[in-house]
């Protein structure tokens, strides 16, 4: 049971982390063009947030039951994931670099499952193609690689498309309206920003607490639990179901969700919206809308997307669509190089903590 807690403990340490990690992402366009200040873009980020949390659960039963095999992610095998994915986030967080809390929980958790199984790779759900259409599928290559090289594409030249098409649009308008215009309506994008980021990350560890209770019920650890606390059984769903995840599991994480994008990360707020390319009102509506719809989309079909990567690369398309000049490309570099190794890396120090843990009989 002790396991059990410590789990959950730290998938909720991760997801508060992930609050002030990537709430920097969904705001940092917001407070860089002085639309709000950064204690205001918190709160309506923390309250978007929330919201974003209890809309749909595909991302949520994709960690819990389309990448790894459950059998073996066992409470040792998910804290070592998870303790891997909150050092790379922290690490990043510290360097100021916009890096993905997606992924460092992805490579955390493959990594930990391969170290368990014995470098088993069929522990590792690599591709079940869909019966239709691709994005039905299941697995590595379907849920993550995917869309981990489309989004940020998508993103880029989303972005780009837009800004050219407002500057088109705005061609002659007076710089003062424009600024006052889109300075209103980028309180609309950046809510919006903060609601997509709510349906994506905070179901990653909604999935991480359900796939810990269905190890730990397929274990028999809940067998002699009292009645009152019943609700942390959580059997594996049929062939051909989807796995339910619990109210109570979606109220917790969205809630610490939200506590952390209350503490905000001033550090990649600084990288995004003023180092990489300097925006106005007009820039950041565009790059949050762009943004935003990639990840409420990937959310749609169940897709574990990175924050960063799409607003990261949709700052980019807009700062190119008035020219290729504008980016500062030593930031960019510095970024592109924290996406390359934050699988990997994740993965790498999970792979390593198993070994530790089994080498003191924990796992």
């Known amino acids: 049971m002790s396991l059990i807690l410590l789990v959950i403990f730290a998938a909720l340490v991760f997801t508060y982390i992930n609050g002030f990690h990537d709430t920097a992402n969904s705001i940092a366009t917001v407070v860089s063009t002085k639309v709000l200040t950064p204690r205001q873009a918190i709160v309506m980020a923390a309250v978007t947030n929330l919201v974003g949390a209890f809309c749909g659960t595909a991302v949520a039963v994709t960690i819990a039951s389309g990448l790894v095999d459950a059998q073996v992610a ?21 360097f100021g670099l916009p890096s993905s809390s997606s992924h460092a929980l992805v490579g955390g958790l493959c990594g930990s499952v391969l170290a368990a199984s014995g470098n088993r790779w069929s522990s590792i759900i690599w591709s079940i193609p869909g019966k239709q259409h ?5 697995g590595i290559l ?12 998508v993103g880029f030249v989303g972005g780009f498309v837009l800004m050219t098409l407002l500057y088109f649009l705005l061609r002659n308008w007076r710089p003062v309206t424009v600024n006052r215009v889109f300075g209103k309506l980028q309180l609309c994008s950046a809510a919006y920003m903060g609601f997509a980021h709510g349906t994506n990350d905070a179901q990653k560890t909604m999935g991480i607490i359900a796939l ?10 809940f067998d002699s639990l009292p009645g009152w606390l ?10 051909g ?10 109220i917790l994480c969205a809630l610490t969700m939200c506590a952390g994008t209350a503490a905000g990360g001033w550090r990649i707020i600084k990288t995004l919206g003023q180092k990489m390319v300097r925006i106005h009102p007009v820039q950041g509506f565009a790059a949050e809308t762009t943004g935003a719809s990639v990840l409420f ?19 980019m398309g807009v700062g190119c669509a008035k020219h290729f000049n504008a980016l500062r490309l030593g930031v960019v570099e510095r970024i592109l190089w924290a996406w390359v190794l934050t699988l990997p890396a994740s993965a790498g120090l999970a792979y390593l903590l198993v070994l530790l843990a089994r080498a003191f009989g924990w796992v």
């Open 74 to 94: 066992t409470m040792p095998v998910l804290s070592c994931a998870l303790f891997a994915a909150i050092a790379w986030n922290l690490i990043t967080w510290w």
């Open 134 to 138: 691709w994005w039905q599928g299941k």
């Open 142 to 153: 379907w849920k993550i690689i995917v869309p981990m090289l489309t989004s940020p594409l």
């Open 212 to 221: 810990a209770l269905v190890a730990g019920t397929s274990a028999g650890h």
């Open 230 to 239: 019943s609700f942390l059984k959580t059997a594996a769903p049929v062939t």
């Open 241 to 250: 179901q989807t796995l339910v995840i619990a109210i109570w599991i979606k």
């Open 297 to 315: 989309v990937a959310a749609y079909f169940g897709m574990p997307v990175s924050t960063t990567h799409a607003i990261t690369t949709s700052i």
